[in-house]
DNA sequence: GAGCACTGC
């Protein structure tokens, strides 16, 4: 039911006994008059459903509504549909519903597409980077927030959407919170010229790519002479904390709604002391639950690959003192980086009597669900991202999870049925954890959000209304950095055309940079791939039981110049492998050729195809800024040169002891063993990153000479010297 | 001698 939440944050309802879930009720192909049957009576049985009229007319009250819905409750695939045969389509406007990740936008895009009886990408489509399945005709649109957000940066108004719904918005990303600074303010323009009198239409006039880039509605409306004003943008803020108090607050006091989930009850046992060593604790409580507990899959939160690794040994060894009549146990891992075959055995279901045990990091938090979870164990940790803005530095730490994560951890084993969650620690501890766990925005480099801001017309970042604010010293950091790279003017605006352009692309700004600046070297094409390269996971792939092989396979790529050049000669090395062998065959094969090149040479083919993706993306964009696309060939010199002039802020210098010192900073860091310069150790180098996990280390680094630096970046280096 | 999770017209 839906209920107003006032004031204190409404405890939803307690989870009740619940018919199994009708998903599951059928095995048989249905044809698609039975499909359709089936359908709709899945739909009426959401708890949703009974408060459709309620929910539209809040919609229709309320400029901004918060919606607090658990897990099942239908929010996402059914209140846009509700609010689309309420007619806020009405002059073609769209429904816009915004999502962190790709696969929810792809997979709720279809079921709604399949439950409306039309084809995906007409009344309903997606749209993600890369991959747009919407048209001209589309009504209600699932997107990735990261994609709205670069809308905006064409259209500030929002024009086309009548209602805009974001979604998820507790994970609170940096993408959620940005966008819900812009929606916000967006709202508040646009009730401003709803509201205004006809006269001060030839100001939004005025505007003109504004009113040439708005979708069909607007230009019709426009001929005919009639309103010019924007209409009011309706606002839903969809989340799943229980805390609806934050975004209603950043809403002046926008009204909440509940709406029940559909949930069975999971136990949840804590322990009675602290547990000194937690990975003990882990194996101890997996055993525990397979000797004493009935069937069911076990899902174990570890931090990642390393502990997912070392307990799945320990699984093994264990498993081998138990009787053979107790071994009938499988562990199975998953975690981002491991390729997407290795990823899919979590899903395979497991052989009959036996138990699956699933080491997973937090990626099985909520971007996979995997089916069959009776039992979740919880140590109560995770590696979380951390950044220091005065070193720069971005680091990777253990810390105990938040309140709100442990509750979505002990979600995951009541999808199918009542389940049971272990908690590695007593319930005193469990009371001293954080709420909620701390926003993204506040514990990252804010250059590229500081650069779109500013893009968006943003004047005063530092003085922008964030739901929680970053902290100062990052803004300033990022603020001074771009000022570094030229994309900000000594009066802090955005320069022209290099700032502007560094915001049209979908880059790092400090890649950005490189790549504009690239035409002066002669070397578009070079920094082109390299910029794809460095924005992906790691390329290489090296599994620890074919450690030698993967090494000697990277050796055929290796540069003695570094790692730049490495990921180029890979690049050029799969595209030549393509081209030899396609002769214009389907994308379909081609990713399959390339699938298999990537496992013969211990490439993360996930990673390469991302890269070919945004190369492709990226040149489009070069193309459209009228950069030539120039080799500088065989003449590296020129790249690495390109290099030294747009990574002037991560230059190092060796050290006694095989250590460097970073210049910008001062600190003393170490080159990353996946580096092909490990070994080498030039006396100057620039990098990418600079990590600091067992140890502060720096990664994607290319052999450059000092006195480039000064050459190339006098007004950094004369300054510092 | 080593890699939490996402995302970008």
Not at 354 to 377: C, W
Request: net charge positive.
């Amino acid at each position: 039911m839906a209920q107003g939440v006032e004031g204190d944050a409404a405890r939803p309802p307690r989870l009740n006994g619940l018919p199994s879930n009708p998903n599951l009720a059928n095995n048989a192909k249905p044809n698609s008059f039975n499909r359709r049957q089936k359908i709709a009576q899945q739909r009426k049985s959401l708890p949703i459903a009974s408060v459709e009229k309620r929910l539209v007319q809040e919609v229709r009250n309320n400029d901004t509504l918060i919606v607090v819905g658990e897990t099942g409750s239908g929010k996402t695939t059914q209140i846009p549909q509700f609010l689309f045969n309420a007619g806020f389509c009405s002059d073609g406007k769209v429904i816009g519903v915004t999502q962190p990740r790709r696969v929810a936008a792809v997979t709720v895009a279809k079921r709604v597409a399949e439950e409306s009886g039309v084809e995906l990408g007409q009344r309903v489509g997606y749209s993600i980077r890369f991959d747009d399945m919407t048209s001209g005709s589309t009504r209600i649109k699932y997107m990735t927030d990261g994609l709205l957000l670069r809308e905006a940066l064409l259209d500030p108004y929002l024009s086309r959407y009548s209602v805009l719904i974001v979604d998820e918005a507790h994970e609170r990303t940096v993408h959620t919170d940005v966008l819900l600074g812009l929606l916000k303010d967006v709202q508040n323009k646009r009730s401003a010229s709803a509201n205004d009198c006809p006269n001060t239409e030839k100001k939004q006039l005025s505007n003109g790519m504004l009113l040439e880039k708005g979708q069909g509605v607007w230009s019709s409306t426009l001929k005919q002479g009639q309103s010019r004003r924007f209409s009011t943008l309706k606002l839903i803020i969809m989340s799943a904390s229980l805390d609806a108090r934050v975004f209603s607050e950043y809403f002046g006091g926008a009204r909440a709604v509940h709406v029940q989930g559909r949930q069975f009850p999971v136990d949840i046992l804590y322990t009675l002391h602290p547990q000194p060593d937690y990975l003990d604790a882990t194996l101890i409580t997996i055993f525990q639950i397979h000797l004493e507990e009935g069937p069911g899959d076990v899902l174990v939160f570890l931090t990642g690959q390393e502990e997912i690794e070392s307990v799945e040994r320990l699984i093994q060894e264990r498993l081998r003192q138990l009787p053979e009549g107790n071994r009938n146990m499988l562990t199975v891992s998953i975690f981002s980086s491991l390729p997407s075959e290795k990823q899919m055995r979590v899903f395979a279901p497991s052989p009959p009597g036996f138990r699956k045990v699933i080491l997973a990091t937090n990626i099985a938090e909520t971007s996979v669900t995997i089916p069959g979870i009776k039992y979740v164990v919880d140590p109560g940790f995770v590696k979380a991202r951390s950044y220091d803005p005065a070193k720069g530095m971005e680091s990777l730490i253990v810390i105990p999870t938040s309140k709100a994560q442990a509750l979505q951890r002990s979600g995951r084993a009541g999808r199918e049925g009542p389940g049971k969650c272990f908690r590695l620690y007593p319930e005193t501890e469990f009371e001293k954890l954080e709420d909620s766990t701390k926003p993204e925005i506040k514990r990252c480099n804010l250059s590229n959000v500081v650069l779109q801001l500013m893009a968006l017309g943003v004047k005063d970042v530092i003085g922008f209304d964030f739901i929680e604010k970053p902290p100062r010293a990052a803004i300033v950091k990022s603020l001074e950095q771009l000022f570094l790279l030229g994309a900000l003017t000594e009066d802090c605006k955005l320069s022209d055309p290099l700032g502007h352009q560094m915001a049209r692309l979908p880059l790092d700004p400090m890649y950005s940079k490189a790549l504009i600046q690239a035409s002066q070297f002669n070397c578009v094409e070079e920094v082109l791939i390299t910029v794809a390269m460095l924005s992906v996971e790691s390329i290489f792939y090296a599994p620890r039981e074919k450690l030698e092989e993967a090494r000697t396979a990277m050796k055929c790529f290796s540069s003695a110049d570094g790692d730049h050049i490495t990921l180029i000669n890979v690049f050029r090395a799969a595209d030549e492998f393509l081209e030899k062998r396609k002769s214009g065959q389907s994308k379909e094969k081609d990713d399959k050729l390339l699938k298999k090149w990537c496992k013969e040479n211990f490439i993360n083919s996930r990673s390469l195809r991302h890269a070919r993706d945004i190369h492709r993306q990226i040149q489009g964009h070069v193309e459209q800024m009228g950069l030539r696309i120039a080799s500088c060939g065989d003449d590296m010199v020129q790249f690495r040169r390109c290099l030294a002039a747009s990574f002037f802020l991560n230059a190092a210098l060796k050290q006694p002891e095989g250590l460097y010192r970073a210049l910008a900073s001062g600190q003393v860091v170490q080159i990353h063993p996946s580096s092909v310069l490990f070994r080498t150790k030039p006396e100057c180098i620039i990098f990418n990153e600079l990590v600091q996990t067992n140890h502060k280390y720096i990664r994607n680094i290319t052999r450059i000479d000092y006195l480039w630096l000064t050459e190339l970046a006098p007004q950094y280096y004369s300054m510092q010297r």
